[in-house]
């Protein structure tokens, strides 16, 4: 199956790329324009801002900033290279202010059993709204451990959290389940039966066989209605 690359990543992610790649890029940019507050799409002050990787608060506090992904296509179009051609330069990876990273994201990303099996387990018993975290559950530790082993095989570094007032509980990275709503076109990991897409039953039986696995481990049973469980 066909990796998914940057370019095909949910719009609101943001992207924070290696030094001397960021330099490079934002040199080229300055370049074109002669100044970068010159840009008529993006707002000077973020461009001078991402360049440096950073901006200074009040506090004189340095505060990492990340790209935009349609801003960053933007600027790979005004300096003519491929979006994807980044990828290898690509540190970090994220949603909102507040969401967890993904640190060295092993791009393009590959869609593996395991990403379905990944899939599985947010429908079984995983969130992944817009509100609030994204969260895995199972009571079982070595569940919960091979699911985090599993989240960085597939994407990378991926940040996550526990919580020893809620210790069947692993907050992951928002980005993730993000990725694969839009890549499994899933609206909605809540529902109670979430829409079986032409992505995940046209895959091959063996990635379609751990999808169904990664269910079964965490409601105990797949019915045929549907996709109800439980």
């Known amino acids: 199956m066909k990796p998914i690359k940057l370019s095909q990543f949910p719009e609101d992610t943001y992207i924070f790329i290696k030094t001397n790649k960021r330099k490079e890029i934002f ?5 074109k324009l002669k100044f970068l507050t010159r840009s008529k799409s993006i707002d000077s002050g973020a461009l001078y801002d991402w360049r440096l990787g950073f901006m200074i608060r009040k506090s004189n506090k340095k505060v990492k900033r990340y790209i935009p992904l349609p801003k960053l296509k933007i600027i790979c ?3 003519n290279i491929d979006i994807d051609n980044l990828q290898p330069y690509i540190k970090e990876i ?5 969401s967890g990273v993904i640190r060295d994201p092993k791009l ?3 869609v593996t059993p395991n990403m379905f099996s990944l ?6 018993d995983g969130y992944g709204g817009e509100i609030g ?3 895995y559950t199972n009571t079982s530790k070595e569940a919960r451990d091979n699911f985090i082993k599993k989240l960085r095989e597939v994407f990378g ?3 996550y959290s526990t919580n020893q007032n809620h210790p069947n509980y692993v907050s992951v990275s928002k980005i993730v389940p993000k990725i694969l709503k839009k890549y499994f076109e899933i609206d909605d990991f809540r529902n109670g039966k979430p829409r079986i897409t032409e992505n995940i039953y046209k895959a091959p039986k063996k990635y379609i066989i751990e999808f169904v696995k990664a269910i079964i481990i965490d409601e105990g049973s797949v019915r045929d209605e549907g996709l109800e469980v439980g």
């Open 77 to 79: 179009q005004e300096i």
């Open 157 to 159: 570094n991926v940040e």
């Open 27 to 31: 040199d080229k940019l300055e370049k």
């Open 94 to 98: 994220k949603t909102s202010s507040r």
């Open 133 to 135: 975290r994204s969260v």
């Open 119 to 124: 899939l599985g387990h947010f429908i079984g």
């Open 108 to 110: 393009p990303l590959k």
